[in-house]
């Protein structure tokens, strides 16, 4: 596809509940990018690829937390034992060396 | 200490104003710099690349101060449609890092 693309864009899940969100980088683009995103708030870093090696994973927070990628390409974050704090919107972004980088539309998280 | 700092807002300006904002990085080597838009429920956009000489895109305006490691957007006869968040970004070479945004609402 022409852009970063997600899935699912949204998803509702009972707590304690395991979920996993993808995405599909743009072709070629080595380095990938999650964030959250709580309602109203900033983004809040939690992961960073290059290539498949995670040089920077400073921001998840918690073992709950994890993320893969798989090459240069399709990454997923999961997320274990989901609690509502987990309730979010969770981006993802890719880019080519040091140019733009471009965000996927989201993935909107609903713990219940 | 953060990467990247901007001040949250909000900012509240009336139609036809001029506002601007900064944002500090601590990374003295940082190479590039953008400041990008996000709308309302919307994932973040480019909306301006800093050059180091500084550059103009209409009434937006993006300057980079290597010295005191700030960039800044000033944004001119502001437009009601200009209401979002405009968050900073710093790319080290070795990955981005962006502000957490400052929200801006136009007011008619």
């Known amino acids: 596809g022409a852009g970063v693309s997600q899935s699912p864009s949204n998803k509702v899940t009972e707590k304690g509940k395991d979920v996993e969100l993808r995405c599909d980088p743009i072709?070629?683009?080595?380095?990938l990018y999650w964030y959250r995103q709580r309602l109203g708030q900033g983004l809040e870093f939690l992961i960073y690829?290059?290539?498949?090696?995670?040089?920077?994973k400073s921001g998840l927070p918690s073992d709950r937390f994890s993320a893969e990628r798989t090459g240069e390409s399709v990454s997923t974050l999961t997320i274990q034992r989901t609690q509502q704090e987990d309730s979010a919107v969770y981006l993802c972004?890719?880019?080519?060396?040091?140019?733009?980088?471009?965000f996927g539309q989201g993935t909107r998280l609903t713990v219940v | 200490r953060k990467e990247v700092e901007q001040d949250p807002g909000p900012f509240n300006v009336p139609e036809g104003a001029t506002v601007a904002f900064n944002c500090t990085y601590s990374?003295?080597?940082?190479?590039?710099f953008f400041w990008y838009r996000q709308d309302c429920r919307k994932e973040p956009k480019l909306l301006m690349s800093?050059?180091?000489s500084g550059n103009e895109d209409g009434r937006f305006t993006a300057q980079l101060n290597r010295a005191s490691q700030y960039i800044s957007l000033l944004i001119r006869d502001s437009k009601l449609s200009d209401s979002a968040t405009y968050l900073c970004?710093?790319?080290?070479?070795?990955?981005?890092?962006f502000g957490t945004g400052t929200s801006l609402t136009v007011i008619p």
């Open positions: 800093v050059y180091s």
């Open positions: 690829f290059q290539g498949n090696s995670a040089p920077d």
């Open positions: 072709s070629g683009h080595t380095a």
């Open positions: 990374n003295s080597a940082s190479q590039s």
């Open positions: 970004v710093v790319d080290t070479g070795n990955q981005f890092y």
């Open positions: 972004a890719s880019s080519w060396l040091n140019t733009e980088a471009f």
